[in-house]
C-alpha cells in the first residue's frame, strides 16, 4: 500500500516536471566560455560581442548580412550534404549557399574560414588590429560533413506526423516546447535549436547545451535526446 | 487507508496518459539490455557513464552518418545464410546495410564500450568486453551467419513470402531490403513480453514471422490449431520450447525453426532432421508415440539411420539430389519430411486413392511417372522411392532370409524385368492388380471372396472403409503399423508405415513359406491357421470364401491339406499373368517339361504348369 502511494506521488511529481519551465541561460554567460574570444585572443574591452556580432555596419564595413547582425566571414561552402536514414521522414534542405541561422555557426564551425576573419576587424586590448585569418578551428569542433551530423534545417515535425515516428511534436512554429527553450526557426530545426552559443559553464552548459524543460525521460536516460526522441 | 488505496489508484489512472506521451520508443531502452548506463539493471553495462545513448548514438561527426552511429563498426565479413531452396539472393551484409551497425557489437569483435567520439567507455565486465563467441548474442559466435535468418537482402517474393503491410510494424528498409531492424527494434525490449528480444511486435502463433511467411496451409494445419490442448501445453521449455511461452501453437513456426544458432543452418531448423519432430512425437507431447515405432520395431522406414541425405529441393531437375534417384550407387534415405509436411499437415481424413491431412503438401511422383510438387494420391508418395528410383536394393535381396524387409519372394514374372521391385510400374501395367492406382473393377462372381467392408483382425467392420469391385485401397491399407489404430482396434498407438513387426511394414499377418533347398522341391509349407494370412482377410472373406473354394476349387486342397501360403501363388501388387498368380520361384519351379504357367480360361476355371511341393502339374486344369 504504501508503495502504491509511493508510486502515484512519484507518477505525479514527474508529471509536474514536465510542465516546469527551463532557464535560458543569460548572454553574459558567453563570459569566460570557448566562445570567449575576447579573453583568449585579448581583444578590446567591447569585443566580448563583437567576434560575431556588430551593432552598425558603418560606411567602409564590408558587405555582409543584417541577419542577427552578423560580423564573422561568411562561409563559401557549395553542398554541405544532408543527413538521411531509413527512419527519417523530414528532408533536411543542404546548408551550402543558404542564409539561415545555422549558416552563421557554421561560418566558424565548417572548417573553411578562419576564426579570426571579421566583416569590422577587431582590435586587441592596446587597440592594435587583431590579424585576420590565422585561426582556424580545430578538427574535434567542426562540422564539415553535414551527412555525418544530427540533420538541422528541416521542418520538424508537427503533431500530425510526429507521433507515428516518435517525436516530440513541435507547439508551434517557434520551438517545441511552446516557450522558446527548444526553438525552431520558421518551423525548423536548427544548430541552435539544441545550441545556444551564449551558454558558457557559468550557467551550468556544457557543449553550449541548452537547458531544455526538465522531463523524466531526460532524467532516467541521463540524456536530453529524449525530450524529442520519445 | 482505503482511502488513500482510492487516491493512489487515482492519481495512477489519471497520471498515465501524462506519462504515456513521455514514454514513446526511445526510453523503453532503459533497464532493458541495450541500456548500458552504469546504474541499468541490465547485467552487462558500463561503470559510470550516465548517457543511454552515447554507446550507439552521436550528434555530430558520426561514423557512418546514417543512425548518427557512434559505435565502432566491425570490419570483419562472414559466409551469409544459403539453403537449396532459398529463392533470394543474399549477399554479405553491405557497409550502408543497418544490420552492419547491429553487428558492431553482434560479431563479437567490437567492445560494447568501443565508440567513435567518446572513447572506449568501460564496462562492467571489464575495459574492452566484448560478446563473447559463447554469448547467444553473438551472432558469429560460431564465426559465420550461415544459421542466422538472412539479413541486407531483398527478399524475393512469392505466394507464400510478402512483404509486410504498410502499417505493420515489421518492415523492410527503403531499398527494399530486409534488415536486423525488420525484426527487432534496439530501443524496446519488451514488445513481446515473453520472448523478448527487443522484437518489433509479439511473436506468440509467430505473429511476427508470418508477416512475411504465409505458408500455404498453415493457418489449418495440425501445428498451428492443436487439436488437443492438453497435449499442446505439454510442449514446454524441457520439451524444446525456446521462445517463452508454451505449447505448439505459441511457438508456431518456433516449435521447429529457430531464427539465430539452430542446429540445422539450412530452413533454420532448430534440431537434426527427425530429432525436431520428436520433441513432441516421441510420446511425451502427443501421446501417440511415432520414435517408439522407430525404435522399436523389426522392421521400418530407416528415419533413425539415414542422417542428412535428405535435401528439402530434391525433384528430378536437381542435380545434386535428384529423386526418384538416378544411379545405384545414390545412398538411399527417408526422413519424416518425405512423407510430411509440416506446414500443412492435418487431421482431414479422405478415401483412397486421395491423400488424407497427415500427408498433404509433399513431392510425389504419379502413376504416369511425372514429378508432381504436392501429391494427391497417396501412392505417388510411395512412388518417389518404391518407383524408378536406380538404388532400390529389393532387387538385390534374393536370400531365403531376407535382407532387412524379410524375405524376398522372387517372382516369376519380375525374370528379366528391369523394372523388378518397381511398384509404380507393377501397379500401372499389370495385367492383374490391387486397385491402388486405378480401380479394377472386378464382378462379385469373379471375386467372391470381396468383402463389403474391411475388417478388423477380430472381423469387426472398420468405419468408412466400405468395398467392392470399384473400389480403390492405399499401400496403407497393407503397409502399416502392426499395433496402431488403422488395425480398427482402440488403442493409442500411431498408425502408418513407420515400422512394424512384421515384414515389409505389413499391419497383419501374411505368412511365407520357407523355401525348400530347390524349389519346387518338398516344402514343409506354413500350417494353415486365419491368423496366418490375416492380412489378406481383411479384405478377402479366406474362412468362408476362398477356402470355401468359392473361386478356385482347390484353395483348401493346396491352403490347408498342402500348405502353400497365398504368397506362393499370388503376387500381392500385381501381375502380368491374370488372378495376380505371380508364382514364388523359391518355391515353384518349372515342371518336368520345363513349363512354368498358369492359364485362366473363366471364373474359376484355368490350367497349371508347374512343379511345386514336390508335385508335377502338367497343364492340369480345374
Known amino acids: 500500500m504504501k508503495f502504491v502511494l509511493k508510486a502515484a506521488l512519484l507518477v505525479l511529481a514527474l508529471c509536474v516536471a514536465t510542465s516546469t519551465f527551463a532557464a535560458r541561460a543569460p548572454k553574459s554567460a558567453v563570459f569566460g566560455s570557448a566562445h570567449d574570444f575576447k579573453t583568449q585572443l585579448g581583444g578590446a574591452s567591447y569585443t566580448l560581442c563583437n567576434f560575431c556580432h556588430v551593432a552598425h555596419k558603418f560606411g567602409s564595413a564590408p558587405v555582409g548580412p543584417g541577419y542577427l547582425l552578423w560580423n564573422h566571414t561568411l562561409s563559401s561552402v557549395a553542398s554541405y550534404g544532408v543527413y538521411t536514414s531509413d527512419s527519417m521522414r523530414s ?12 549558416n552563421l555557426c557554421l561560418s566558424c564551425h565548417d572548417g573553411t574560414v578562419a576564426i579570426n576573419s571579421w566583416y569590422e576587424g577587431q582590435a586587441a586590448a592596446n587597440f592594435q588590429p587583431l590579424p585576420q585569418g590565422t585561426l582556424f578551428m580545430p578538427d574535434d569542433t567542426t562540422v564539415r560533413d553535414l551527412t555525418k551530423q544530427h540533420p538541422v534545417n528541416f ?56 537547458t531544455f524543460p526538465s522531463t523524466p525521460a531526460q532524467t532516467l536516460t541521463g540524456t536530453s535526446c529524449v525530450y524529442c526522441h520519445l | 487507508m482505503r482511502a488513500a488505496k482510492h487516491i493512489a489508484l487515482f492519481l495512477l489512472l489519471g497520471g498515465a496518459p501524462c506519462l504515456q506521451a513521455q514514454t514513446g520508443n526511445k526510453t523503453s531502452i532503459l533497464n532493458s539490455k541495450h541500456d548500458f548506463r552504469a546504474v541499468s ?60 551497425l547491429c553487428l558492431s557489437c553482434h560479431d563479437g569483435t567490437i567492445a560494447l564500450g568501443d565508440t567513435v567520439n567518446d572513447g572506449s567507455i568501460e564496462f562492467v565486465q571489464g575495459n574492452g568486453y566484448a560478446l563473447p563467441s559463447s554469448s547467444a548474442s553473438n551472432l558469429a559466435g560460431d564465426q559465420t551467419f550461415a544459421n542466422d535468418h538472412p539479413f541486407g537482402f531483398v527478399p524475393r517474393l512469392s505466394p507464400e513470402l510478402l512483404i509486410p503491410p504498410a502499417s505493420d510494424a515489421v518492415r523492410l528498409d527503403r531499398s527494399g531490403k530486409l534488415q536486423c531492424t525488420s525484426c527487432h527494434d534496439p530501443h524496446r525490449e519488451n ?30 494445419s495440425v501445428h498451428n490449431l ?10 514446454t521449455e524441457s520439451q524444446g520450447a525456446h521462445t517463452g511461452y508454451t505449447g505448439v501453437r505459441n511457438n508456431g513456426c518456433e516449435s521447429c525453426h529457430r531464427p ?3 542446429q540445422v543452418s539450412q530452413r533454420l531448423v532448430k534440431q537434426l532432421e527427425e530429432n525436431v519432430c520428436f520433441q513432441c512425437h516421441d510420446g511425451t507431447v502427443v501421446t501417440l508415440n511415432l520414435k517408439a515405432e522407430f525404435l522399436g520395431k523389426t522392421y521400418t522406414h530407416p528415419v533413425l539411420l539415414t542422417p542428412s541425405t535428405h535435401d528439402a529441393a530434391e525433384d528430378p531437375n536437381s542435380a545434386s539430389n535428384p529423386l526418384p534417384e538416378t544411379s545405384v550407387g545414390m545412398p538411399r534415405h527417408a526422413e519424416c519430411m518425405d512423407c510430411h509436411n509440416a506446414h500443412k499437415t492435418n487431421a482431414a481424413a479422405a478415401q483412397p486413392p486421395l491423400v488424407n491431412g497427415a500427408l498433404l503438401g509433399v513431392k510425389g511422383q504419379s502413376a504416369g511417372n511425372s514429378f508432381l510438387p504436392e501429391a494427391v494420391n497417396e501412392y505417388e508418395i510411395c512412388f518417389k522411392c518404391h518407383g524408378d528410383s536406380a538404388n532400390k536394393p529389393q532387387a538385390l535381396d534374393k536370400g531365403s532370409a531376407g535382407a532387412g524387409y524379410g524375405r524376398n519372394p522372387q517372382r516369376q514374372l519380375d525374370a528379366g524385368n528391369l523394372n523388378a521391385f518397381n511398384t509404380r510400374v507393377e501397379f500401372t501395367m499389370g495385367t492383374s492388380f490391387h486397385p491402388v492406382t486405378r480401380a479394377r473393377n472386378l464382378s462379385v462372381v469373379e471375386v467372391p471372396s470381396l468383402r463389403t467392408t474391411m475388417v478388423t483382425s477380430g472381423g469387426a467392420p472398420v468405419n468408412n472403409r466400405p468395398l467392392s469391385g470399384g473400389s480403390q485401397i492405399y499401400c496403407t491399407d497393407c503397409h502399416n503399423s502392426d499395433t496402431g489404430r488403422n488395425l480398427g482396434i482402440a488403442g493409442n498407438l ?14 497383419r499377418n501374411s505368412a511365407l513359406e520357407l523355401p525348400p533347398a530347390v524349389a519346387g522341391g518338398t516344402s514343409s509349407g506354413v500350417t494353415y491357421t486365419l491368423s496366418s494370412y490375416a492380412l489378406c482377410d481383411k479384405c478377402h472373406d479366406v474362412q468362408n470364401s476362398v477356402l470355401a473354394d468359392r473361386s478356385f476349387g482347390k484353395h483348401q486342397l493346396h491352403v490347408i491339406e498342402q500348405r502353400a501360403a497365398c504368397s506362393t501363388c499370388h503376387d500381392p501388387h500385381a501381375s502380368a499373368a491374370p488372378m495376380l498368380v505371380n508364382f514364388d ?38
Not at chain 2, 588 to 613: D, E, I, K, W, Y
Request: aromatic share 6%; net charge negative.
Open chain 2, 585 to 622: 520361384l523359391s518355391i515353384v519351379a518349372p515342371n518336368s517339361q520345363g513349363v512354368l504357367q498358369f492359364t485362366r480360361t473363366g471364373p474359376g476355371h484355368g490350367s497349371c504348369s508347374l512343379r511345386c511341393h514336390g508335385q508335377d502339374h502338367g497343364n492340369e486344369s480345374y
Open chain 2, 41 to 100: 539493471s541490465a547485467q552487462l553495462r558500463s561503470t559510470s557513464t550516465d548517457d543511454a545513448c552515447v554507446f550507439c548514438h552521436t550528434p555530430h561527426n558520426a561514423s557512418p552518418g546514417s543512425y548518427l552511429w557512434n559505435h565502432r563498426l566491425s570490419t570483419r565479413d562472414f559466409s551469409s545464410y544459403s539453403s537449396s531452396t532459398l529463392q533470394s539472393t543474399v549477399t554479405p551484409v553491405q557497409p550502408q546495410d543497418v544490420s552492419k
Open chain 2, 260 to 262: 539465430h544458432a539452430p
Open chain 2, 494 to 507: 500411431p498408425s502408418g508405415p513407420h515400422g512394424s513387426n512384421l515384414p515389409h511394414i505389413l499391419e
Open chain 2, 191 to 220: 514488445a513481446d513480453p515473453t520472448t523478448r528480444k527487443f522484437l518489433l511486435k509479439s511473436n506468440q502463433a509467430s505473429a511476427l514471422c508470418l508477416t512475411c511467411h504465409q505458408k500455404n496451409g498453415w493457418d489449418v
Open chain 1, 91 to 102: 528532408t533536411p534542405t543542404d546548408l551550402g549557399g543558404q542564409l539561415v541561422v545555422s
Open chain 2, 226 to 235: 492443436p487439436p488437443d490442448p492438453v497435449e499442446d501445453l505439454r510442449y
Open chain 1, 155 to 210: 521542418v520538424y515535425p508537427d503533431a500530425t506526423t510526429a507521433a507515428a515516428i516518435g517525436i516530440q511534436p513541435a507547439a508551434d512554429q517557434f520551438s517545441v516546447d511552446g516557450n522558446g527553450n527548444v526553438p525552431l526557426f520558421q518551423g525548423r530545426m536548427q544548430c541552435a535549436t539544441c545550441h545556444d552559443p551564449h551558454a558558457g559553464p557559468s550557467s551550468g552548459a556544457h557543449l553550449f547545451f541548452r
